[in-house]
């Protein structure tokens, strides 16, 4: 009987595990089933993009894991009974349930809205291809006039702020933070970065507080009112509740407790990938969520599944964090470099040469991810029949 590999996402962690699974392993011992909630792979990192009115590469999941004898399922994730091993999904024709002998989670992230009233009424968020869309439709029908309001100062914030004022100049952009806007950035980034505010005409308003969206403004805890044509939600990142129903083992924000080589702590058959990860990086701090986490983190994991299933050595992957690589706009960006501590270094590449090396880093992710079969050796493993789990039986 095959063993039961099931990958929740399909995202750059889930699609990226799903196809070196299917190189690795061998097709007689292993099924391969990928439940992601779209037919096609969402280059997420490339959304505000999308919304602000650029045309992204079409690609459907159907296509990519053509060959690799995958199994497709498009529909969204309910429930986990991580007890009887299933996966309770839902498509327009009903619902159903999936059996896995193995679990890879890689959910990955949503917009975090804090509680805060009037977010998911009214405000667009930009952590979902659904959600993106919804904002790209509000900015065509204001046109060349109106007020767009950026709530939030991390990465995709200034993506976003960006990319919109200066794919459509017509509209006015505004940024409203907590914090302060790149203030993590060393001073060469920082500096980069506000220049490059004040040549879009990008207005931020730091350390503000949002206690509710309306729907033509934000109102700040202090009262004042920002009024907004389009109010654009990026004040961070949450994971979905999935997880911590299941009864899995997960840290206060949701994001699942795993082992160094990627199992849950509480249920060492599923393995997780991406943003719902919870594992301490190679500098002694939790790994961010991030797309360079997503592909260290699936590495680590499908080393593992292989290891466990098959009976050979398990590698410890390096789980670095290198820094923050931020675009401004098509020909503009900041590479920001961190040390040991993740603390910003004082120098950072910034302009055009550090956008045509995020544009590269991106193409590069989304080919690799859409040939599946590329490099695909002349044998594959083979299950290690009867062969249980145990950690402490496998090489580190």
């Not at 498509?91 to 509680?115: C, K, M, P, Q, V």
């Amino acid at each position: 009987m095959q063993h039961r590999i099931v990958v929740l996402g399909a995202g750059y962690a889930g699609a990226f595990s799903a196809g070196y699974l299917a190189r690795q392993l061998h097709s007689d011992d292993f099924e391969i089933t990928v439940v992601n909630a779209e037919p096609d792979f969402v280059e997420r990192l490339r959304l505000h993009q999308l919304a602000a009115g650029r045309q992204l590469p079409h690609r459907p999941l159907a296509d990519i894991f053509a060959g690799t004898d995958i199994r497709l399922r498009v529909a969204r994730v309910i429930r986990i009974d991580a007890e009887r091993r299933t996966v309770t999904v839902a498509d327009e024709n009903g619902s159903g349930r999936i059996e896995y002998d193995t679990l890879l989670y890689a959910l990955g992230s949503t917009a975090a809205d804090h509680g805060i009233a009037g977010v998911a009424e009214n405000a667009y968020p930009v952590a979902a291809h659904p959600s993106a869309l919804r904002l790209r439709d509000r900015l065509d029908d204001l046109g060349d006039h109106g007020e767009v309001l950026v709530v939030g100062g991390n990465l995709t914030a200034i993506e976003t702020a960006t990319e919109i004022a200066e794919s459509r100049p017509g509209l006015r952009v505004r940024m409203v933070t907590s914090g302060e806007v790149g203030g993590w950035l060393g001073p060469q980034a920082r500096r980069h970065l506000l220049r490059a505010f004040d040549r879009f005409g990008i207005t931020i308003h730091e350390h503000t507080t949002i206690e509710r969206v309306e729907k033509s403004a934000v109102i700040a805890a202090d009262g004042t009112s920002f009024g907004s044509d389009a109010t654009v939600w990026t004040a961070g990142f949450a994971v979905p509740g999935i997880a911590a129903a299941a009864g899995l083992d997960v840290v206060p924000d949701g994001r699942i407790a795993v082992d160094r080589q990627m199992r849950s702590t509480s249920h060492p058959d599923i393995y997780v990938a991406g943003d719902s990860a919870f594992v301490i990086g190679d500098n002694g701090r939790p790994l961010p969520m991030s797309c360079a986490s997503a592909g260290s983190t699936a590495t680590q994991a499908t080393a593992a599944i292989i290891g466990d299933r098959t009976g050979r050595a398990i590698p410890t992957v390096s789980l670095p964090y290198f820094g923050n690589h931020i675009s401004l706009g098509r020909r503009d960006g900041i590479f920001q470099l961190v040390d040991g501590a993740a603390r910003s270094r004082s120098w950072a590449l910034r302009g055009r040469t550090a956008a045509r090396v995020k544009s590269a880093i991106l193409r590069t992710a989304a080919w690799t991810l859409s040939h599946p079969t590329f490099g695909k050796p002349g044998h594959t493993y083979r299950s290690a029949t009867g062969r249980e789990h145990s950690p402490d039986a496998v090489a580190a």
